[in-house]
């Protein structure tokens, strides 16, 4: 099993860090797991949990729709820590989980005092608007189709 820093170095958000800035961050992770079927976050709801997944898969869902599968190394819950709204999507475990989480008063200063993993955090934003502008073109499209069929 990974340690949390080992885990941590293999995040693209933390990756240009330094083996002392893991580790100092690792010591402030929650290490935890959860069963298959576990609905780790709720679309809608409130969150003050940043999560990376270490071991297992989980599933992404708007709106009920699967929109994307996480595996370890990848993370959720960094919107709702920054803008403060409820969760965009449902995460939920395929398999078992190991996670490490870290809550708000953690994440956020640090994320402050490290201008790297900031801009990190704007790529992954960037992404992820021009991932739901994609799948809202497709669904408009999709729509319109369907009327002219009628």
Known sequence: MSTPSEVLAKVPLFSMLSRRELDKLAKEVHDRTFPAGTVLTEQEEFGTIFTVIAEGRASVSVNG???????????????????????SATVTAETDLRCLMLTQPVFRPFATSHPETMWALLELMVARVRDAEAR??????????DADER
């Open 65 to 87: 729709r699967p929109v994307r599968a996480l595996e370890e190394g990848d993370y959720f819950g960094e919107m709702a820590l920054i803008d403060r709204s409820p969760r």
């Open 136 to 145: 809202d073109a497709g669904a408009r499209d999709a729509g319109a189709r």
